[in-house]
């Protein structure tokens, strides 16, 4: 596979945040100052030329410090005339050890700190460190650290994790203490019986039976090793489940609860009613709550329906929903610019002094709370501001949704935002489940007044007519039991019993009416305002941002739409003068992630399955010593990052890949390039007692990659990392591949280049929190989220830096976001930043230049504003801009 042009891509695009640029740095203890060192040499002469050579090394032994542990050995004179003695055992400094292998007789040398303990048991580990033969050019010495590898393997030898191989001179790991002497020897004849090798030498592979391949070793003083990871199993049924949903499959205080759930379908799900009748039919108690693309959302009342679910054949994943991310950040009180300098630095006070102030145009604000804005009306938001929550849906109570503490406000800080640029505008705030990606969609279609009942108002209306039934058919049984019991106006006991039970089961079942026809006005209430409030919306405003779940590089299905909604109508040959719809204007905010988000194409120069976040040969953060591990760290929000996670944090890593489909190859959902995601934990970063590359795994992606979309010309694939942060330390995530497909022909070897994007989303928390980020490699063109790829999306973004930039990995040439407002807001006494403010503030702008008469859909551009650039309304535009006529 050719790497140039990804070489060049990743070098243009690559930038580190967290810490300057410097050179690679391993820290490690010094060495002990006496060692116990075991020297093998080899002289091979007659017995005068031996004489001369062994007192030549003898010599350049003694000019070292070496002492020789026999030399009070009677038989320790016969070595210099013994042609097979080729071994000296004592000690020497450990500043000098390696400066025995400067006399071209020493073969190797094994060398550990004097008075080091080693195990009591012959199968325990013994860590070492082992220089390799060098002088190989680069590939060539590449190999030969892989066979060595795996030559000791046969030794009971592991190797280490992420260890810098320094240019592959060095092999790092733990081997058995009885097999720790057989490194002095020429390993290529180990291990060996009485007469034969496991492997004879002639049948190794080039270059490591030319030589053998070991100068040095060294056992390193590190007794206590961490338990090799073993990831728990997953059953092949619940290989279609992500991490997040088989944890709620497994814990047995959920085998009660209601769970709602995404499908995930290998083609676009068009028979929308014949799949809810299929689920109504099959699940007792389930209900399809939306739809969007190939993902379809079901409630069921069990989690246990789940599994039969993703034994469909149509069905290629099954997950908890997705949430998307919030794009406002509370900050410290008094940061920020006041409204009226915003719209000052904007031109909109120049506009409002005209009478522009949104006032005719609707605008609705999508936010995932919207706590205290009701108190706001007429005062810091509108007075024509109305609020609609769409979580009233999705519960068969048809009750609002219990308000997020991590998210609680997010909105309101958005439409006070909004209000500044746009007072007159008629605003509509429109509170949406952030897991329910379709709820998008279902705005839209309310908006151009296409939808009378949702997907999930259906499902309510099928219960009320089920419930209404069921009512009726009660109602005659009690009214027939009344009758027949005041039939008996006897004194009896059973009489008398008969008669208070026939009367408070009729009471019973008026009580029931009387509720039912509470929830019928409530429905009809709900389905009112959802279809009138948000009909006829000229600006749609969303600060939510999805960034993983979804296919991203706009080739969602939600996507597609923006830009169908956005594309202006030609004029109508057939009724010209009849109404035309207006082309939507949908400003989206941009990613808030940051340098949580790593993007770029995978780079594997070296071939080893580990894929390098920048090319080889890149210069490192300072402490960094491979490209292949990208350290983690915790950023707070001023901005400060530290290097360390905190304990007990919850984590979820996902990294997101197109690969290409061809239509003369059998379909699959198997990627070629099956990624698995490793956090690894330094042990000890500052190298007082082992080396700083000295890691351990602590997680790894249990699961094969998840399709989440698939067309005939490409699928998308997820591969998920959920883990909870075992204690406060330094973390590095490793990305490796297996080994790709090999083809039956070499003719039908087929090479491809991916694009992944890595995103860490910190859980559990509020985005003014604390957040694990990229502390080694990062980039801001990674993509702005979804839907903020759209073409037909105006992206807003905030003018902070590090901010997130492009279509996405896959869009490199579409610039986003287009256009750029304040990173931080001071509305009354709260301060807020991010891109969420900042596209609330553009959304009122948009209004008042529909207003205007700009031409949507971005109407900013309409305006003379350059793509990519803060909003400020060009002065020019300003002069030929009428006042609004009384």
């Not at 860590?127 to 060098?134: E, K, Q, Y």
């Not at 209601?258 to 929308?272: K, L, M, N, Q, S």
């Not at 996507?559 to 202006?568: E, F, S, Y």
């Not at 990294?655 to 956090?679: C, D, F, G, I, M």
Request: glycine content about 8%.
């Amino acid at each position: 596979m050719t790497h140039a042009f990804r070489r060049f891509f990743a070098a243009v695009t690559v930038a580190t945040f967290a810490t300057p640029l410097a050179p690679a740095q391993v820290k490690e203890p010094a060495r002990a100052d006496k060692m116990d060192v075991q020297i093998r040499y080899r002289i091979r002469a007659d017995r005068d030329e031996r004489i001369r050579q062994f007192r030549v090394l003898e010599k350049h032994l003694a000019g070292l410090g070496f002492v020789d542990a026999r030399r009070d050995d009677p038989d320790r004179d016969l070595d210099i005339l013994d042609p097979n003695a080729e071994r000296f055992v004592g000690t020497i400094p450990g500043k000098k050890v390696l400066d025995v292998l400067s006399d071209v007789r020493v073969q190797n040398i094994v060398f550990a700190p004097t008075g080091f303990t080693y195990p009591d048991a012959p199968e325990k580990p013994v860590a070492v460190r082992i220089g390799l033969r060098t002088g190989l050019l680069g590939p060539v010495q590449q190999q030969l650290h892989r066979q060595t590898v795996e030559h000791l393997g046969l030794l009971g030898f592991s190797e280490a994790l992420g260890y810098d191989t320094f240019g592959y001179t060095i092999v790092r790991g733990v081997i058995p203490n009885k097999n720790l002497n057989l490194l002095v020897k020429d390993v290529r004849g180990e291990p060996s019986g009485w007469f034969l090798t496991a492997i004879p030498i002639d049948k190794l592979p080039v270059p490591l039976r030319d030589r053998n391949p070991l100068r040095w070793t060294e056992v390193l003083p590190v007794t206590d090793f961490p338990a090799p990871y073993s990831p728990a199993p997953v059953i092949p049924a619940q290989l279609r489940y992500t991490p997040e949903l088989r944890a709620v499959l497994l814990d047995p205080a959920m085998k009660d609860t209601p769970v709602r759930v995404e499908a995930i379908f290998d083609r676009r799900v068009d028979d929308i009613e014949g799949l809810r009748g299929r689920v109504a039919g099959r699940y007792i108690g389930a209900s399809v709550d939306g739809v969007i693309g190939n993902v379809m959302s079901i409630r069921f009342p069990r989690p246990a329906a789940v599994e039969t679910l993703s034994l469909e054949p149509e069905v290629v994943g099954v997950r908890l929903p997705r949430q998307a991310t919030e794009t406002v950040v509370s900050l410290a009180s008094g940061k920020g610019v006041s409204p009226a300098d915003a719209l000052k630095s904007a031109g909109l006070d120049q506009i409002h002094k005209l009478g522009y102030t949104g006032a005719g145009v609707k605008v609705v604000l999508i936010g995932s709370d919207f706590s205290g804005a009701e108190k706001l009306i007429g005062t810091e938001l509108p007075k024509r501001t109305r609020i609609v929550d769409l979580t009233t849906e999705l519960t068969p109570d048809l009750l609002p949704a219990k308000t997020d503490p991590t998210r609680a406000g997010s909105g309101t800080a958005a439409a006070k935002a909004l209000a500044v640029s746009a007072p007159g505008a008629e605003l509509v705030l429109v509170r949406i489940d952030p897991g329910c990606y379709f709820h998008l969609y279902t705005i839209t279609r309310l908006v151009n007044g296409e939808l009378e009942y949702t997907d999930a108002l259906r499902v309510r209306l099928a219960e009320i007519t089920t419930r209404s039934k069921v009512l009726d058919s009660d109602r005659n049984d009690a009214i027939t039991a009344y009758k027949a019991a005041y039939g008996d106006l006897s004194d009896t006991k059973i009489a008398v019993d008969f008669r208070a039970k026939a009367k408070a089961d009729l009471d019973a079942v008026y009580a029931r009416e009387k509720e039912l026809a509470v929830f019928i006005n409530r429905f009809n209430s709900y389905q009112r305002d959802i279809t009138t409030v948000l009909r006829g919306a000229r600006v749609i405003v969303n600060t939510l941002v999805w960034e993983s779940g979804y296919p991203l590089d706009a080739i969602n299905e939600f996507a597609g739409t923006l830009d169908t909604l956005a594309t202006p109508l030609p004029q109508r040959l057939v009724r010209p003068n009849s109404p035309q719809r207006q082309p939507l204007v949908w400003v989206q905010a941009a990613s808030n992630a940051g340098a949580a988000v790593w993007g770029g194409p995978f780079l594997d120069a070296n071939r080893d399955g580990v894929m390098e976040f920048v090319p080889p040969g890149t210069k490192l953060p300072a402490d960094d010593w491979s490209p292949q591990l990208n350290f983690l760290g915790t950023r707070n929000v001023s901005g400060d990052v530290s290097p360390e996670l905190a304990k007990d944090a919850k984590l979820r890593i996902v990294v997101q890949w197109r690969e290409s489909a061809s239509p003369q190859e059998p379909e699959s959902v198997t990627p070629k390039y099956a990624l698995t995601l490793r956090l690894l934990q330094q042990l000890d970063p500052m190298g007082e007692k082992r080396a700083s590359d000295d890691l351990a795994e602590v997680a790894r992606s249990q699961s094969v990659p998840n399709v989440i979309y698939r067309t005939t010309r490409f699928l998308v694939f997820e591969q998920i990392l959920e883990v909870t942060v075992p204690a406060v330390g330094r973390y590095a995530l490793m990305i490796e591949t297996g080994a790709l497909p090999v083809p039956l022909l070499p003719a039908l070897r087929r090479d491809e280049e991916i694009y992944p994007r890595v995103v860490i989303e910190t859980l559990g928390t509020a985005t003014s929190d604390p957040r694990a980020v990229f502390r080694s490699f990062s980039n801001q063109t990674a993509g702005v989220g979804t839907p903020g790829d759209a073409l037909g999306a105006i992206t807003v973004g905030s003018d902070a830096t590090g901010a997130q930039t492009g279509g996405g990995t896959g869009l490199l040439l579409r610039g986003k976001p287009d256009v750029l407002g304040p990173a931080a807001f001071a509305l009354g006494g709260d301060s807020v930043g991010g891109p969420g403010p900042a596209t609330g503030f553009a959304g009122g702008a948009a209004a008042v230049l529909l207003q205007a008469r700009t031409a949507p859909p971005n109407v900013f551009f309409s305006a003379g504003i350059e793509p990519g650039k803060k909003l400020v309304i060009p002065a020019g535009w300003l002069k030929f801009l009428p006042p609004v006529r009384p």
